[in-house]
């Protein structure tokens, strides 16, 4: 009889899992395996992501016992566990689905070369992206650094189907115990979310049939539920890229009217493939910015604004609602994260760094490619980054995209009773209109931590010395 492990990691689904396909195919028994790694000097997961995983791997234990494999879950380093369970169990192979960080990527190594001196083989697959980030390349064999281009090479590209779920062999009883400690606030992100594979299959179904139409023109309204909310699915491999990359298409055979629509949805899919990209071309995107230049900005040391923009309590009720959804739920909206990051890197000039590491603790989604990518694209050093002279307002761009006011009322409840005229901006409210709806500046909700025009000028100073823009 011989005998497989399966080595799971961002890729916590049954279907269209090559490791465990392939395992299940050539092997007689597999056993399933998650190790949590923070002990090997990769970032460890935040907070919010931690909650989510720990209830997405109980979630994968029940059906891959299903199918007769158990999971197990380890803490510790992945180069002493792995050769260790794979010899305890007397497996024949290891296998796993690839991942593109560069630490990542050379612990893997070391942990292949280990096994197969140990006479086990080991095998990586390809499973977590649309296309191998080394396959997409310009006419000159070079990796891409602007989206555009970028996404019409992958697009022309045939895109892998997905591989069915292995085959049940026998059934399992099953007991997980992980050790996750619960963040003191996981019980709330939990009335947000479902969570595992059978769910974020649904949710795309979901979206498909009910949303996409109004994608294209919705999703940059934070009020309007017309996004996939499939992040954090994603970003545990619940679902994969190649999956909703094909049912997708499906989707545009049945229903041809609304093939542009789905593609727009694709094209913001293929961001993920392009972080992935970065990640796995650039050195530690998390920590160095992709623009040389940007490595001579100096950033301001502003521990109370940056607490402020943490806690939602800027006094700028998009920035404010934003940051308070992502407390709450461990999400927020894409425009969203956008004005919130322009907001600390321009307005405030506090280092992108500082807000990155504040969403990855905070968000079920955080992404070690999309969280960086993004950081670095908002705040300008980043590939086919916003130029630096494009500073959100965000006043401006919450009359535009929340222009009721019914994304900053639902998070920033004490200015609920505001007219919409002053709504995005209480600061600008005569002081009737405030004292008629209970607003007190400085009391209950506070005053602006910063002016917007003087900061947008500090900001193009900065970055202008920085020959930002040439
Ligand atoms: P949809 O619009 O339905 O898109 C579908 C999928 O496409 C997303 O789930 C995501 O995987 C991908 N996608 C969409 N937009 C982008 C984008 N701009 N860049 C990369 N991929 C994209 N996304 C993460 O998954 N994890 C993160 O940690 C993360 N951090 C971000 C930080 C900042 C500062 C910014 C500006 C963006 C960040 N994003 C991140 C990208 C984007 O905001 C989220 O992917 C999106 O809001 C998720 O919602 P959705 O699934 O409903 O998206």
């Given at each position: 009889m011989s005998t497989a492990l399966v080595w799971l990691r961002n890729d916590l689904r049954l279907a269209d899992n090559p490791a465990?396909?392939?395992?299940?195919?050539q092997h007689d028994r597999v056993v399933a395996?998650?190790?949590?790694?923070?002990?090997?000097?990769?970032?460890?997961?935040?907070?919010?992501?931690?909650?989510?995983?720990?209830?997405?791997?109980?979630?994968?234990?029940?059906?891959?016992?299903?199918i007769g494999i158990a999971l197990k879950v380890e803490a510790g380093k992945s180069r002493d566990i792995l050769p260790a369970e794979a010899r305890g169990l007397e497996a024949a192979a290891v296998h796993w689905n690839r991942r593109y960080g560069p630490k990542e990527r050379a612990l893997d190594a070391d942990i292949k070369e280990d096994l197969r001196t140990q006479g086990i083989a080991a095998h990586s697959h390809p499973g977590n992206v649309l296309a191998e980030p080394w396959t997409v390349e310009t006419g000159q064999g070079r990796p891409y650094s602007v989206f555009t281009p970028f996404w019409k090479t992958l697009r022309g590209m045939d895109i892998e189907h997905p591989s069915p779920a292995p085959k049940g062999k026998a059934k399992r009883s099953?007991?997980?115990?992980?050790?996750?400690?619960?963040?003191?606030?996981?019980?709330?992100?939990?009335?947000?979310?479902?969570?595992?594979?059978?769910?974020?299959?649904?949710?795309?179904?979901?979206?498909?049939?009910?949303?996409?139409?109004?994608?294209?023109?919705?999703?940059?309204?934070?009020?309007?539920?017309?996004?996939?909310r499939l992040s954090p699915h994603l970003r545990f491999g619940e679902?994969?890229?190649?999956?909703?990359?094909?049912?997708?298409?499906?989707?545009?055979?049945?229903?041809?009217?609304?093939?542009?629509?789905?593609?727009?949805?694709?094209?913001?899919?293929?961001?993920?493939d392009f972080s992935y990209h970065q990640l796995y071309h650039r050195d530690d995107?998390?920590?160095?910015?992709?623009?040389?230049?940007?490595?001579?900005?100096?950033?301001?040391?502003?521990?109370?604004?940056?607490?402020?923009?943490?806690?939602?309590?800027?006094?700028i009720p998009i920035v404010d609602a934003g940051m308070r959804e992502l407390w709450e739920t461990g999400y927020m909206h894409n425009r969203v994260r956008m004005l919130t990051a322009s907001f600390l890197t321009k307005n405030l000039l506090v280092d992108w760094r500082q807000g990155e590491h504040w969403f990855w603790d905070c968000l079920v989604d955080a992404d070690e490619a999309n969280n960086p990518a993004s950081w670095q694209w908002v705040a300008g050093s980043g590939l086919d980054a916003a130029p630096y002279f494009r500073i959100f307002n965000p006043v401006t761009q919450g009359e535009r995209f929340d222009v009721t006011g019914d994304y900053v009322r639902r998070w920033v409840p004490e200015l609920a009773s505001l007219p919409d005229k002053f709504i995005q901006k209480p600061f600008e409210a005569p002081a009737e209109a405030l004292s008629k709806t209970g607003v007190k500046l400085g009391d209950t909700y506070p005053e602006p931590i910063a002016d917007l025009k003087q900061t947008r000028q500090r900001a193009l100073d900065a970055f202008a010395d920085l020959g930002a823009n040439d």
């Open positions: 465990l396909f392939t395992a299940s195919k395996l998650y190790v949590d790694e923070a002990d090997d000097g990769l970032r460890p997961t935040g907070a919010a992501a931690r909650w989510w995983l720990h209830e997405s791997l109980e979630n994968l234990a029940r059906s891959l016992a299903e099953i007991k997980v115990d992980n050790g996750y400690k619960q963040p003191h606030w996981a019980g709330k992100l939990g009335q947000h979310w479902s969570i595992g594979e059978g769910a974020a299959q649904e949710r795309l179904a979901e979206f498909l049939d009910e949303s996409v139409a109004g994608y294209p023109e919705g999703r940059d309204f934070p009020a309007r539920p017309v996004t996939s679902i994969s890229a190649r999956q909703i990359w094909h049912t997708a298409h499906a989707f545009i055979h049945a229903h041809p009217g609304k093939a542009g629509a789905v593609d727009k949805f694709l094209s913001e899919l293929a961001w993920r995107i998390a920590r160095v910015p992709m623009q040389a230049k940007f490595k001579g900005l100096h950033w301001r040391h502003a521990p109370a604004q940056l607490r402020a923009w943490q806690t939602g309590m800027t006094g």
